[in-house]
Nanobody, 116 residues
Framework: QVQLVESGGGLVQPGGSLRLSCLAP????????MGWYRQAPGKQRELVAS???????NYADPVKGRFTISRDNAKNTVYLQMGSLKPEDTAVYYC??????????WGQGTQVTISS
């Protein structure tokens, strides 16, 4: 079973930036499409960004133009560069494989809090 390890979250003021990282050790990482998900308090987990094995990306409307997903297959790592952050981006952020119906065990996530 893959043990996903997310990191890079924190407390940031509105308009700020953060870069999240997710390590997926011990697998042939390059063959998997990957996604970043988030779960805000009282809400369901949602997919916000995805990247295919070939590097094609897709974004949920609320984050388009502000977030960028990327991957480094040599490091078994997927990244989420977040900019122009808003209070509504506050959530626990997780990574996992796609499609979302066959995910691995969820990691602990990384908390992102946007507040002045």
């Amino acid at each position: 079973q893959v043990q996903l390890v997310e990191s890079g979250g924190g407390l940031v003021q509105p308009g700020g930036s953060l870069r999240l990282s997710c390590l997926a050790p011990g697998i042939t990482f390059s063959i998997y499409a990957m996604g970043w998900y988030r779960q805000a308090p009282g809400k369901q987990r949602e997919l916000v960004a995805s990247i295919t094995s070939g590097g094609s990306t897709n974004y949920a409307d609320p984050v388009k133009g502000r977030f960028t997903i990327s991957r480094d297959n040599a490091k078994n790592t997927v990244y989420l560069q977040m900019g122009s952050l808003k209070p509504e981006d506050t959530a626990v952020y997780y990574c996992n494989r796609l499609p979302s119906g066959v995910v691995w065990r969820w990691g602990q996530g990384t908390q992102v809090t946007i507040s002045s």
